[in-house]
């Protein structure tokens, strides 16, 4: 029965997927627009550094396409989360509440600042921080002084909240806010996989106070390595650009900077690549969701796992495909791992949470079960958008 | 007087100068080998991100190009510092000892780590660290204690001494690595204005324990954004690789680190660039000495300036060409300023003293006499390898 299973997901995968390849990456980058023709600009005017017209035309679409008032482009998503969560005030002891369940770099962007992660529990229903537990914690372990939620167990201050739209699926903002509204918490919103994902109407990243995207490689879109913070909060993303330059005050010749800034300029020739792919970014998202949706059908038939799919609030980029082993399965995962990888179809768990790594396994925590159960059970599927094929 | 100098110096300047260009820039770069070739290269293959060859052959040809056992990749000269810092140890409250004068990215490297930037004078002879005064200071503020160096005054621990070779002109090393000795202080060196400069036949940055070079835009050869770390200790090296790639420990498919890494890989098409750029980098090197040369001759009819050249124990890239305002004639070095980049010469004066800025006005420093002097009395002057022509 148990490789009947087995036999089962991979034929469902291989049912949505293009026939024929040696290997279907997980994801993999297109560069079907304008990408050469932009590059070529740069290396033609030699502007491929920190000065040049991509990096703001980039910043300006970017701001466009998301209906955030500023964009600010940066040297990767990593970067951009630890600037957005220092603008907010997120200083030495200060913890951040998060995910467990998320890529390491929220964890060490709050880390780089001085704060703690605070690690939270995940949702069934929508991969991110479950909210409906969040309050109630909130209440038993935190007090509010002088405006400000002190942890009454670590008497260190709640800052900020770091939501994370897992594999581009939009956390349920509205309750998160309230809450954080309530505690006197700042959310940034960590949107580095949900680049195309909305919440209601809104993209995802304009609904908390500020937020960081990610253009990695494995990216919907990507610059090489780059990323991004978006805000309405024009003064804020102002000052994201002053601190992401090196802090310099604007003269002709002098070298004068005036506070400890950093270098994370995105660099030219990186933001012309992003230009492009932007130009792209719509048809995309179009691939990735039929993609989905083929998956979706395919799985219909498999009763031993469950095709994620969008909460009904938003609208997801389904930047990871992702399937979940049911309660009785969650035992095959590594098996399932070893044949898909072995056949040349790239599948990956979840990350390990991050409140069960080294660094991080001494940080503040709740009870973390939906996450635990999460961790053991996602497996991500082939999602580049060229698997779409029309017909 | 005064306008008969200022006509001297600019005559001096494009005397040594190609003529009928509207705009000498100070330091712009030149893609004249194979950066087309292999940037499409990575566009083609889809490998412009963390994964691909690019990355691995710029470490590769920069390690034999310096004479360092390994050199890792960074997404910029900062970041690369940082881990520099991080590495031999530096932690809060640390004191790291490093020039006034110098580019605000050593302090703020410095401080990303929790150090305390600690400001040394300059010399007169080679811009950088003066190592006569140092031992004297240190004898007077220091006390060893269990094999590490205390500054008596502030009771913080002094961990490393950061000597940047300004301009691309190698520190005086023998001395200071006899000093850094003797006091128990870690050597890391700032090499990021210096690939192509040695120190007694040695390249500059295979000295100390450990060093950051940059590859900007405005440096000697250009990957867009980037830098790296190199070293003799190969297993620090690798550190340096783990810590750069979130530190991720090597798995088919888990994503588990074992500590807080950063996100510092230089991407592909970045690498990309730089492995067409050092092929040539040779013959920049030997243009802009061969411009370094022709200014010096200039310069000898100009009394009241003098051009800096390298110290007699090294070879110096000539980064940045660099005039010197005699004492009586300093007055004159905003006019000098303005009048050069009015006219399409671009010039700039020296950094202001990293210990004049606000976040770090307050941080331990000795008598700064000489920096402060050549703060005010340094020029740089156009200084691109393609400025120099062949006859």
Known sequence: ??????????????????????????????????????????????????????VDEFEKKLAEFTGAKIAVAAVNGTSALQICLKLIGVSNGDEVLTSALTFVATSNAISYCGGIPHFVDSDFSTLGICTKKLRGYLKDITEIKNNECINKITGNRIKAIVPMHVFGHPVDMDPLIEIADEFHIVVVEDAAESLGSYYKGRHTGTIGKIAALSFNGNKTITTGGGGAIITNDIELGKLAKHLTTTAKVAHKWEYFHDMCGYNFRLPNICAALGCAQLEQLPAFLDNKRKLAEKYRKAFEGVPEVSFFTEPSYGKSNYWL????????????????????????????????????????QNCPKMILSTAEILEKSLINIPSSQNLFQKL
Chains 1, 2 share one sequence.
């Open 321 to 360: 495909n992702t399937i979940v082993l049911k309660e009785d399965f969650i035992s095959l995962r590594d098996e399932l791992l070893e044949k898909t990888n072995s056949m040349g179809i790239q599948t990956r768990p979840a990350w390990c949470l991050n409140s069960s790594l080294p660094m991080y």
């Open 1 to 54: 029965m148990k490789n009947n299973v087995i036999e089962k997901v991979v034929s469902a995968i291989l049912s949505a997927l293009p026939e024929g390849k040696k290997f279907y990456s997980l994801h993999e980058p297109s560069f079907e627009g304008n990408e050469w023709k932009y590059v070529k600009e740069c290396l033609d005017t030699g502007w491929v550094s920190s000065v040049g017209k991509f």
